[in-house]
């Protein structure tokens, strides 16, 4: 459903199947909502279509649907709610392709207020932010940020990562898999890079290693928001 994504559902298949074979269970299906495009509920019903093409299909992961939103100026107007993970709280931010401006903070921030949002900054890694923007985006309530996993391959993204890192707040692994040639899954790299061992001299793979770590233990939390326990669970605790 994305100008950008796969062509078609065999495609879409595709990808699941690679994701599974790199150890994901359970995919956050969150194509790109873009307010100039269309409304919400517009989004929302292409988007019910497409999942159900994808869902009729041998599928071998679990998919819960949400959305990439573009944020923009008049953000906290339109229903931010409906377009959460699953039936969390959880929604998933896309900066525009803009330098860095006061009013991406407040809008995502009046968002999180009116809606009660739990808001995870989608690749934070990709805008060239300084360590103070960050500590600006850290600030908003509740934030998680948001990393892509194929960066932790590169040597050049490793400084903007452990700045992201080191700013207080739950980070996860996104895979920011669009299709299965130029943008295919990459959750391998968890595996490759936790497998290598971290020679006393190789600070580069022991700071890969940690961020990984950390975002593993963020990635339970952020999982916890999206998947209350059912009440049977509960009660059996
Ligand atoms: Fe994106």
Known sequence: MDFDGTDHVRESVAMCKQL??????TVCATPHFYPWNEDVDAFLARRDKALAVLQAEECPVEIIPGAEVQIFQALPECRV??????????VLFEMPRLPFQT??????????????LTPVIAHIER???TAEQLRKFAHIPNVVFQITVSELNHKRSLKMLDMVSSCGVPVVLGSDA????????QF?????KTAEKAGLFNRQLKATQTIIENCLYAQLILENKIRTPMKTEVQQQ
């Open 20 to 25: 599974k074979s790199q150890g994901v269970a």
């Open 81 to 90: 709610d409906k377009m959460c993970i699953g039936e969390s709280n959880v």
């Open 103 to 116: 009013w991406m903070i407040t809008s995502i921030e009046n968002a999180v207020y009116k809606y009660a």
């Open 127 to 129: 805008y060239g932010f």
């Open 178 to 185: 669009h299709n299965m040639t130029s943008r295919a899954p």
């Open 188 to 192: 391998d790299v968890i595996g490759e």
